[in-house]
Every structure is written in structure tokens, then in C-alpha cells.
């Protein structure tokens, strides 16, 4: 299982700190991700993590902007998204990685939390 929050509603250039609970699962065994999905629009992925935290992943869009981080110990992943954006509006899920190469896939998901940057 994987319960993600932290979202909510922020300014043009404000941040939020998303976090992931998982649970079920060995964690530190499985690279994990960040993905989000806009109103009207397909599923996108944002940011990854390799098991041990040791690479990290980001789409073009989020690059410098957002840093993917996690905790074993706390079976935790976090997303801080700083200097926030209209088009950042959109529900975020965490997601546990079948692939990491050539492209992340995401194996299971959470709920979802949503993310709303306007002004």
C-alpha cells in the first residue's frame, strides 16, 4: 500500500513537501517514483529514486525544481517541489517502479494527492 499527502493548494513560486507511506512491501528493495496526472491529461512521470537512494531521476519539466528523496527506515519517499508552477497543477502519485530503464514504469500505485498552484 502507498499513502501519499501533502498536497493542497499554493501560490505561483511557493512549495510543498509531498510525502509517501509505504507499507506491505519490502521497501528498500524497490526503486521508487513520483508520477502525476493533470486534469485532461495522460499520466506523466515526474521523479524516481533507486532503491538505495543513490541516482535520482527527473523529467525535464520539474528539473531543478523538485528533489526526490527517501527513508528506508521510515519506509518513506518524499517529493520537495519548490518555485511552483500553474502547470504543476495536478494529482500526485507515488509508485512503486517495475523499470527503471530506458523508461521508469510504475508497478503499483496510491491514492493519489492533489496538488493545486494558483494564484
Known amino acids: 500500500q502507498l499513502q501519499a499527502s501533502g498536497g493542497g493548494l499554493v501560490q505561483p513560486g511557493g512549495s510543498l513537501r509531498l510525502s509517501c507511506a509505504a507499507s506491505?512491501?519490502?521497501?528498500?528493495?524497490?526503486?521508487m517514483a513520483w508520477f502525476r496526472q493533470a486534469p485532461g491529461k495522460e499520466r506523466e512521470f515526474v521523479a524516481a529514486?533507486?532503491?538505495?537512494?543513490?541516482?535520482?531521476l527527473y523529467s525535464d519539466s520539474v528539473k531543478g525544481r523538485f528533489t526526490i528523496s527517501r527513508e528506508n527506515a521510515k519506509n518513506t519517499v518524499v517529493l520537495q517541489m519548490n518555485s511552483l508552477k500553474p502547470e504543476d497543477t495536478a494529482k500526485y502519485y507515488c509508485?512503486?517502479?517495475?523499470?527503471?530503464?530506458?523508461?521508469?514504469?510504475?508497478?503499483?500505485w496510491g491514492q493519489g494527492t492533489l496538488v493545486t498552484v494558483s494564484s
Open positions: 509508485s512503486r517502479l517495475r523499470q527503471w530503464a530506458p523508461t521508469p514504469l510504475p508497478g503499483s
Open positions: 506491505g512491501f519490502t521497501f528498500s528493495r524497490y526503486d
Open positions: 529514486i533507486t532503491w538505495r537512494g543513490g541516482i535520482t
